[in-house]
């Protein structure tokens, strides 16, 4: 494969017409010590509660060339995942197919129509997802949870990560956060001004809102999502799920960005009609044959049957 320049303007291009809604590109460089500071910070602390592959491989995290060496650019990929109509008991992101095949089988298609050399990665390595996205420009940080939001389609997107070996004849920066704050390259270390999106990305909030999100960070142990997709195991005694019982869009909503959320193109993530129709009755009285055929090809099967069943008991119902 050839290793000339990339053509920034023809992958976005391309990336666009295979559905994907923002494409930026950065150069393969170690992540910022600010940033990188605040991982190791956030481990120590244990907020990634059992999810030990987080503490694992953490200067691959931190230096792309570990991961993939030779890699030279780094394009971030954002696709639109807001369905049309939802199923309330789900969490917006797993309505429909699982986000991790459709994005690959997409970057993939990209990789072979630019004839780039490298690899795809979509939630399956060890890859500060939102930083990639935040520093190659396709969106910034929210407030609440830290999510990516792109302009004019807010944090309801998936990403994923090109490592190329190829230079490129551009590279993006990221862009200005709402705060007004311009981010450049120069200033990447400065963590002290209260502004600083590699210290605001995951703000303190009133506990009445959620205890999980934290001045530190997000505390895996305290959020819904993870209680109700990641641990396995009996849930903590008192511990309340809201409307959802596979995951949360609490904070995802708080926030204003939320406001620029707008049904995705994408027909594999919209729910299907048997999925739309299951009202808490029938999820109380769900059965495997069910469950195997509502989540066929679905994100949610991360959390096994047992998993549902035990949130599903511990459910509020609507």
Known sequence: MSLALLNSSEVKARARRLGFVACGLAKAEPVAVGFADRYRRWLELGYCAD??????????????????????TIVSLAMNFMPER??????????????????????RQLMDDMQLSGRCFVDTAPVLERYWAWRSGIGTFTERGGFISVPGYGPTVFLGE????????RYDGPLEQEEGLE????????????????????SPLTPSFCPALTAEGLDARRCVSYQTIEHRGPLPDGFRLGQTFYGCDRCL????????????????FQPSEALLKMTPDDWRQLTVEQYRTLFKGSAVKRAKYEGLVRNIARWQKP
């Open 51 to 72: 999810m030990d592959y987080l503490r694992r491989n953490v200067e691959m995290r931190l230096q792309p060339d570990l991961l993939v060496p030779g890699v030279r």
């Open 253 to 268: 909503r708080a926030n204003p960005q939320f406001a620029e959320a707008h049904p995705t193109d994408e027909p594999a």
């Open 183 to 202: 981010v450049s390259g120069e200033r990447l270390e400065d963590t002290s001004s209260p502004n600083n999106p590699l210290t605001t990305n995951l």
């Open 162 to 169: 090109l490592f190329v070996m190829q230079e490129a004849d």
């Open 86 to 107: 939802h199923q309330p008991a789900i969490s917006l992101y797993a309505q429909g197919k699982d986000y991790h095949d459709v994005l690959r089988d997409r970057m």
